[in-house]
C-alpha cells in the first residue's frame, strides 16, 4: 500500500559524501517508520538505519554509526540517508523500506518486518 522509490545513488570516491533519498506515495499516513538496507550481490541484506514517523526513534546498525545520518520530511513524505567518510565497502544497492502495520520496536533492524520496499539505487565508491 506505500510505494517507494530510490534516488541519488552514483559513482563517488571514497571520503566522499553522498545524500540518498526515498519517496514515498500511497498510504503514506499510516506509515509507521522507515529505514535504510544496502545489499551486495551474493551477501544478505544489511540494515543500516531506521527512523519512526511520528516519534523521536531512531536506530544505526554497527557498520555505519556515527558516518551515516537518516532523516525524514513528514510533509513531503520523503526519507533521506546521507552518508560521509565512505569507504570502498559501502559499494552496494541501497533500499529504503516502509512498514504501516506495526509499532516501532527491536524488529525494525530486520529484512522481514517490513511491508515495502524500493527497487534500489546504486552506490559505487572506488579507490
Known amino acids: 500500500q506505500v510505494q517507494l522509490a530510490e534516488s541519488g545513488g552514483r559513482s563517488v570516491q571514497a571520503g566522499d559524501s553522498l545524500r540518498l533519498s526515498c519517496a514515498a506515495s500511497?498510504?503514506?499516513?499510516?506509515?509507521?517508520?522507515m529505514g535504510w538496507f544496502r545489499q551486495v550481490l551474493g551477501k544478505e541484506r544489511e540494515f543500516l538505519a531506521a527512523?519512526?514517523?511520528?516519534?523521536?526513534?531512531?536506530v544505526y546498525g554497527d557498520s555505519v554509526k556515527g558516518r551515516f545520518a537518516i532523516s525524514r520530511d513528514n510533509f513531503k513524505n520523503m526519507v533521506f540517508l546521507e552518508m560521509s567518510s565512505l569507504k570502498p565497502e559501502d559499494t552496494a544497492v541501497y533500499y529504503c523500506?516502509?512498514?504501516?502495520?506495526?509499532?516501532?520496536?527491536?524488529?525494525?533492524?530486520?529484512?522481514?518486518?517490513?511491508?515495502?520496499w524500493g527497487q534500489g539505487t546504486q552506490v559505487t565508491v572506488s579507490s
Open positions: 523500506a516502509a512498514v504501516t502495520q506495526k509499532t516501532w520496536g527491536p524488529w525494525v533492524t530486520g529484512r522481514y518486518g517490513y511491508d515495502s
Open positions: 527512523i519512526a514517523w511520528n516519534i523521536d526513534n531512531t
Open positions: 500511497g498510504r503514506t499516513d499510516s506509515t509507521r517508520a
